[in-house]
């Protein structure tokens, strides 16, 4: 599974479009990680048609140019009744995924765009447990605190720091009420080529955006063993992700924030 | 700021390197870059500027130039990277003595793959 | 023969004092380019509490810097002829402190090295990105107003300038608090009061910090305190102490009055690490003995009113250390009614240590305003000379009369 993600991962969308036998390739591969990440693992989920170079996950990729559009919001709901407990196949997808692989003595000190929570209902004593990471808030605070602008929301939801612009000042980890942001403390050299990190900025969860843009899913929802995790438009009302929040109960965390945040919660 | 000063500053130096030898050039993977060499040498940190901006805050993807695309063609075959000492930016920079901190957070070497591995503990 | 003998002596201490603070400063920068070069695993800060003890120093710094301006205020704003004398050394030390301030922050960036961005980027909702405006014109407007006080023929202009820095130096202030106040994630802030709050701490801290300096430049110019400006100021300082003591008791009473924060605040005040530095440092020996000493008979006694300063000023740092590194601790509140944990300290209260490359770095802000205000005050004559001084006790008595 993990090879044919490989396999697609130096194609970007543009080559994709001008150049037939890449587009084919990449439809191959696309099929290939759509057969094993979900039709085997996760049948109740089909959320694709195959056809398209973009088919295996119904996302729709912009032409070479175009930039993000402010008619998509990208969003990701989280059913936690599925979430295994001690299962961290998110967590090391995504931190795989995005280079986040250095290592460091102090736990709190490393950078962690992902984790899984364990809650105990305080009344009954259940446990329950979810991958927590940036909610992509409509109205983020961290982007409202950012001196620099950095800190900033694309057109299609998805929340990021430009490291360009991030001096550093952590005034948005002060701000953010999901802990999901992590300052790099130490310099790297491992990164994935299309993961920039560096030390001194903050980072967080982008809903793994270079994937998004090549018209792949986030790497923690395609390699979710139990199909836990549905990604896709908020915006569009036909998309599995709108269809399933429309059908049953969803939280979003802090709601009393009233952030409107882009993931949602199944079952808490 | 600091790529407009390299801008200004490397065609004046390339001149004169009399003390300073000349910077390295080797292209292991020869073909055709998206502007004349000319055009790259005085205008590359722009065009790296504008599309970092573009792709990085409005999603634009594609567009040929583009810092992984350079890397691509203008590693070392042996290192595989751009960025060690006599490589394809490192020599240039240091020539000019332009400070290159793209490589802090971008990765110098072509088809780099990260290493799988649980995050955050140490093993 | 004896006059040149203590100018000597008096020369050679300025040079012991402005080389104890270089080098002073010369630790900071050298342990700033450490952790550069190291990045912030080599400090005591991380993913939960990610600002500490140099966000102590940088803030008591820049809240006892637009403080200390109040004494020039008075002098000019409010027409006290016996302030105004002092308004140079004031002006002076809210340069030096700002500074010394300023730059902990910028070097305990992760990226100081693109510092320029901060000015080069705006964000306008940002409270940091008012004080990128704030910081900077408090330095213009205090400079302009420092310059209309010292050269005689910009006298006439100091009323209005001192009425500006005046006014700027409360929003500075403001700025300064709402960095806290605008915050909604963690309970310990996002209160409207934290900004007059921060005005009355600099108030009281800034007071504290010019009555130990004046202390100590009578000391070196082996000369004493009027008594007139003396109880004047005393009484002051007793005021705004009683005022901080106030406002603290308000916060924390009406975030304890929601359920929500009363978790919080049991923590801060009573089952915490920070529960003895809260009651015994910032309200016992930081406020409530300063009080006595002020108002007790001791306080006629021109040490005791210093020992009140210092503990004032030890107070401050009680406080922010409890605000800043308390206010961070306790995990943030994600899943209300549930018990949280995680590979990421969810749910985990944050014991924070500092490290000594923190220390250094924080106290190198100390150094800076140290030194630009020994150099200050050996360069630019701030402090008033005898005869003025009881002139215009005699004309401030007239005006009171």
């Known amino acids: 599974m993990s090879d044919s993600k490989h396999n697609a991962q130096p194609e970007l969308p543009g080559k994709a479009q001008t150049n037939p036998a890449r587009r084919a390739f990449i439809a191959a591969a696309g099929v290939g990680v759509a057969g094993l990440g979900f039709t085997a693992i996760a049948p109740g989920l089909h959320l694709m048609a195959v056809g398209e170079a973009n088919a295996a996950t119904g996302i729709a990729t912009r032409k070479p140019g175009e930039a993000a559009s402010r008619a998509v919001r990208w969003g990701l709901l989280v059913d936690i009744n599925k979430c295994a407990p001690g299962c961290t196949k998110c967590v090391e997808a995504c931190h795989t995924e995005n280079g986040v692989t250095e290592k460091l003595a102090d736990p709190r000190q490393a950078s962690q765009w992902i984790r899984k929570v364990e809650l105990t209902d305080r009344r009954n004593g259940k446990k329950t447990e979810l991958p927590m990471m940036c909610q992509h808030c409509a109205n983020p605070p961290c982007v409202d605190v950012c001196p620099t602008g950095a800190s900033m929301k694309r057109a299609d939801g998805i929340v990021l720091v430009d490291r360009h612009s991030c001096i550093g000042c952590r005034y948005c980890m002060m701000a953010c009420p999901y802990k999901a942001r992590s300052l790099v403390h130490l310099p790297l050299t491992e990164q994935n080529p299309l993961v920039p990190r560096g030390q001194g900025c903050v980072e967080s969860c982008t809903l793994c955006v270079h994937r998004i843009d090549r018209g792949q899913q986030p790497a923690c929802v395609e390699q979710c063993p139990e199909g836990a995790m549905t990604f896709g438009d908020l915006n569009d009302p036909s998309s599995e992700i709108s269809k399933r929040i429309a059908a049953t109960h969803t939280t979003q965390v802090r709601s009393d924030l009233r952030l409107d945040v882009g993931v949602r919660y199944q079952g808490i | 700021m600091f790529l407009s000063i390299a801008a200004l500053s490397a065609p004046t130096f390339a001149g004169d390197g009399s003390r300073t030898p000349k910077p390295v050039i080797e292209i292991d993977t020869p073909g055709k870059c998206i502007a004349p060499a000319d055009e790259m040498r005085r205008n590359h940190m722009e065009m790296l500027k504008h599309q970092r901006n573009l792709t990085m805050r409005e999603g634009v993807r594609g567009e040929p130039a583009s810092l992984n695309e350079c890397i691509s063609c203008h590693a070392s075959k042996k290192t595989g990277s751009v960025h060690q000492e006599g490589e394809f930016c490192q020599s240039c920079h240091a020539y000019a003595a332009v400070k290159l901190d793209c490589f802090e957070c971008h990765q110098p070497r072509a088809n780099f793959k990260t290493s799988a591995s649980k995050p955050g503990i140490k093993p | 023969m004896i006059l040149t003998q203590n100018a000597r002596l008096e020369s050679g201490l300025f040079y012991l004092l402005a080389g104890l603070g270089s080098l002073v400063i010369a630790i900071g920068i050298g342990t700033a380019l450490y952790m550069e070069h190291s990045g912030h695993i080599v400090t005591g800060m991380n993913n939960q509490t990610v600002w500490g003890l140099p966000h102590v120093f940088a803030i008591f710094l820049i809240v006892a810097a637009s403080g200390v301006l109040n004494v020039a205020s008075i002098g000019s704003v409010f027409g006290k002829k016996i302030y105004k004398a002092r308004a140079p050394l004031s002006g002076l030390l809210a340069l030096g402190m700002l500074a010394g301030g300023l730059t902990v922050i910028m070097l305990d960036l992760g990226r100081a090295d693109r510092i320029i961005v901060a000015a080069t980027h705006f964000n306008p909702t940002s409270v940091f990105g008012w004080n990128v405006i704030l910081y900077p014109g408090f330095f213009a407007i205090v400079g302009i107003y420092l310059w209309t006080l010292m050269e005689r023929r910009m006298n006439e202009y100091s009323h209005i300038a001192g009425l500006a820095a005046f006014i700027w130096r409360l929003l500075l202030t403001t700025g300064t608090g709402s960095i806290f106040g605008f915050l909604v994630a963690r309970q310990g802030y996002g209160s409207a009061l934290l900004a007059p709050l921060f005005i009355i ?30 109880s004047r100021m005393r009484n002051l300082l007793g005021i705004f102490v009683a005022a901080t003591l106030f406002f603290t008791a308000i916060l924390h009473l009406t975030n304890a009055y ?20 809260f009651w015994v440092g910032q309200v016992l020996l930081g406020s409530l003995l300063p009080i006595y000493l002020i108002y ?29 590194i308390g206010g961070q601790a306790y995990p943030l509140d994600i899943f ?42 050996r360069l630019l004559r701030v402090m008033p000379r005898q005869e003025a001084l009881e002139k215009l006790e005699e004309d401030d008595s007239d005006g009171a009369a």
């Open chain 3, 336 to 377: 209300p009614g549930y018990d949280v944990t995680s590979s990421f300290a969810d749910g985990a209260i944050n014991h924070y240590t500092p490290s000594v490359p923190e220390f250094f770095l924080s106290i190198g802000g100390i150094g800076i305003a140290f030194t630009v205000t020994v150099v200050g005050v």
């Open chain 3, 201 to 230: 701490l600099s108030f009281a801290w800034g007071l504290a910090v010019f009555f130990v300096v004046q202390a100590a430049i009578c000391v070196w110019n082996n000369r004493s305190l009027q008594e007139n400006i003396f």
């Open chain 3, 296 to 324: 007790s008979p001791a306080g006629n006694k021109r040490g005791w009113i210093t020992i009140a300063s210092l503990l004032i000023i030890f107070g401050a740092f009680c406080q922010l250390y409890v605000f800043i």
């Open chain 3, 258 to 277: 929601f359920a929500k924060n009363v978790g919080f605040e049991s923590f801060l005040l009573f089952n915490s690490e920070f529960s003895a530095m």
